[in-house]
């Protein structure tokens, strides 16, 4: 929403920035951080500009694929990989249709290299469920019909399981600023918004 | 023949429920494959060049170092030397290559020179603009005598920006040519039967040897109708090189040339007699769509006051072209005429809703139906518990205001073809070459299906998405709905009386007597004389039953022409001129509603992408380069979940409503959050703000301005 915009109220949280401040989304910088904090000047490794090997786990699966060093952990996800789950949408770290997660938190897909996702857990979308074994908070999303063209959605859906691993019992005031990290040009947030509410109502759903 | 007509409410199972999307667990698990999720063996990445000026000639385009990068496989120039380019972003040139970053790097390797000319983007300086295409002026009645004769008159500005599709997916395609001489095509499109054409001309190649596939897409709202230039370079690069190319736009250019809704700026007047009836309308606007400007906004709007006179002027602007944007000219129109109203009630210190409805035969035909819908959402709303006259919202720096507005649409369903098949063993499909945006056309065509045989929604199979299925029509103006419901309704009825005809005679009765419920072929008169639809089916031998329908057709199956009210409750912080939205209430009617819960759907989406447009969207050009200053999504500003308020919707139904038939819903309750809302601001803080978004800034401005334009 509008620049300037006071903190307690934007809820949104449509930027980087406020996605940084959310709760759930924290462990963005911190990863970040740690990665390029181990790294003390005389230790550097260059990498590249050819292509390197990286072993991703994506899914509960070992994957090896060589890329160029920069090439996003989104991009060998979709081009690499075929796990077309998350989306390419910005691009740059603003509307979360590439949510994943990586060691258990969420984070932007677009905006982390494969090679700093190596040996971490990633899990999409498709690894919380399929369409026949549908994840509690897929489950919610169809009943709630929190879709539409679905095209923000399977982000949408990881960035809603971690939120809720967090918050087991959130407010609504928690689901809009938690959530603000995700945008949908649909508009499928009221449903969104309820399912979320659902599945915390329902409780006790397998992190 | 039989008789085609929707079944009565009592014998309903399907029809008009609450059922989940039948699509709902591919899409939320990740299965669902998009056009950009599409990856076919040995395909390449294509990446475009997109000029970086408003308006430039090109004087050269050296392309060398581009193709001599490993991993290139062609570079085509789309608008060389000499060609004069009208808008910063369309395409000069594109590369296809192994990967994308090799792409990235090969365009960025490409050498253009540019002479740089004059452009112009600010369309709202009409003093300034080097082109104007003439007014187009239409008067009815006296509006002259009617101003001289007015017991009171107001005048006001008011202006909203160009806004983007930004639809989720880039617009793209991914091209295939199986032989020389055949293409396949995936593409993010609005029309999987109408980009056929579009392909084979452009490649010549015979219609009959392209095939267009569109299982699922990543939103459209009215831009996703054509090949566009760079689908057809798309193709070419495929053809060239022999290999699969994928082409999707980058996030800026999807801003810039990808989608745009035209802008309207008007100066308008109107008048009352002593009663408060309106009788006099003068409106001055003009807007752009982009180089070829824009076409005139139905103004006024819906309200026909009995002596009007409307001028518009069409601005040719260097920015990209626009496209059709759900309910074209509507959304505009509604902002300009809703809020002119509103200021005139509020000079005449008169409720807007009691002005409203004291107007409202000048709405014609629907005018019964928007009284009712007004005060339905009156009742939802606590309109009149809740309203206070304008600026009288109390001392402190938070502001609360109401308002509302109504609008129209046809959405009339368009061509269809489908064809329904019955298959020995019991299972059902039906083929329609039709697309699901995601407004729930998939669910749409099972729900028919499925109400048709008297079977369950997962028992029926629905294929689309594909032009090799019966043609079906473009999704846009809110056709498809009554397009594809009646053409899939049509099919199934011949269906199923084939079937009726093949098992009558062990039922002992004639084809007429019997009926499909609850998953059994039944005789009307005793329904324990049945067979179940498995057995039915059995008798069929080893060939399936295939009927076709069509749209149009016989029987009423479908109409157009609705009208809905939309009310907006807001906050606005004076101190720091943030509009916060609290609810709002749409009240809707679109005819029989096929499927409940994706039709509530739609109009939730809608009020959300409304208040998006009425607070934080719009195009920013730059007036000294000509360029957009916010190509991404960070500046580009689309609502979050924290932003939209709580939004009740309601949907008109039952008699009077149903018995009309299936009417489209996509476009109606977008077009009225942004006069709703803009009246609800000016309540709120006393003065008219005159510009969709209402941005803190351009709040504050108002204030300052105490309303002056």
Known sequence: ?207 | MPEFNWPESDRRWRIGKHRTRVDGPAKSSGAAEYTYDVKLFGMLYAKMLACPHARARVTSVDTSAAEAMKGVHAVRVIQGPGTEIKWAADDIAVVAAETEEIARDAVNAIKVDYEVLEHFVFEEDLDKAPEVNPAQEQTTGEPVQAFSSAKAQSEGYYGCRVVSHACHESHGHVAHWTDDEHLTVFSSTQAVTGLVGQFSEALEIPAANVRIICQNMGGGFGSKFGADRWGIECARLARQTKRPVKLMLERGPELQIAGGRPSTFARVKTAVDADGNLTGWDSKSWGTGGPSGTGSPPLPYVFEVPNRKHQHSSVPANIGPSRAWRAPNHPQACFVTMTALEDMAAKIEMDPLDFFLKNISLTGVRAETYAEELKLGAQIMGWKRKWRPRGQSGDGPVKRGLGLSLHTWGGRGHQSNCEVLIHPDGSAEARVASQDLGTGTRTVIATVLAETFGLRVRDVTVRIGDSRFPASGASGGSTTVGGVSSSTRRGAINALEILLQKVAPELGVAPEELEAVRGRIRVKASPNRYLTWKQATGQLGVNPISATGRNPGPGKLIDSGVGGIQMADVSVDVETGIVKMNKMVAIQDCGLIIDMLTAESQVYGALTMGISYALSEERIMDPVTGRLLNDDMEFYKLPGIGDIGDLVVHMMTGPGYDERGVIGLGEPPVISPGAAISNAVANAIGVRVPYLPLTPDRVLEALEKGGAA
């Open chain 1, 1 to 207: 929403m509008p620049e300037g915009k006071r903190p307690e109220e934007t809820g949104s949280g449509i930027s980087r920035r406020d996605f940084f401040k959310t709760s759930t989304a924290g462990a963005v910088s911190t990863a970040l951080i740690s990665k390029q904090g181990i790294a003390a000047p005389g230790e550097v490794t260059k990498l590249g500009p050819d292509p390197v090997k990286v072993k991703l786990i994506v899914n509960g699966k070992a994957r090896r694929l060589k890329v160029e060093p920069r090439v996003t952990l989104l991009d060998a996800l979709r081009n690499e990989l075929d796990v077309t789950g998350p989306k390419k949408v910005c691009d740059r770290g603003t509307c979360g249709s590439c949510t994943v997660l990586m060691d258990g938190k969420p984070v932007y897909a677009c905006s982390i290299l494969a090679i700093e996702a190596a040996g971490n857990q990633i899990v999409t979308a498709e690894g919380l469920g399929s369409p026949d074994k549908l994840h509690p908070i897929q489950k919610a999303f169809v009943e709630n019909d929190a879709q539409q063209c679905g095209f923000c959605t399977p982000g949408f859906i990881v960035a809603c399981q971690s939120f809720l691993v967090e918050n087991p019992n959130p407010s609504v005031k928690e689901i809009e600023e938690g959530l603000g990290g995700n945008l949908c040009r649909c508009g499928t947030y009221k449903g969104i918004r309820e399912a979320v509410l659902e599945t915390a109502a329902k409780g006790g759903f397998d992190a």
